[in-house]
């Protein structure tokens, strides 16, 4: 399986689980806040974690250059 068929997606949110899900009654969730049903901000971690990237393979870039 590649692709999309091995994506794990959490039951609560919905947003792909990129690390160790956590598993309750074989259903997956990407923290134990949705576990719990409430909101979760995993997806505005992983937008900052994101940004974060780009700007240090940026920075990288320029002092390559």
Known sequence: MTGIESTL?????????QC??????NRKYCCRDCYLGLRCNC????????E???????????TAG
Request: hydrophobic share 40%; net charge negative; charged share 30%.
């Open 9 to 17: 997606w959490c039951e609560n949110c919905g947003m792909e689980i």
């Open 20 to 25: 160790g899900p956590i598993v309750i009654n």
């Open 43 to 50: 997806s505005e971690r992983m937008e900052m974690e994101d």
């Open 52 to 62: 974060r990237r780009e700007a240090a393979s940026s920075m990288a870039e320029l």
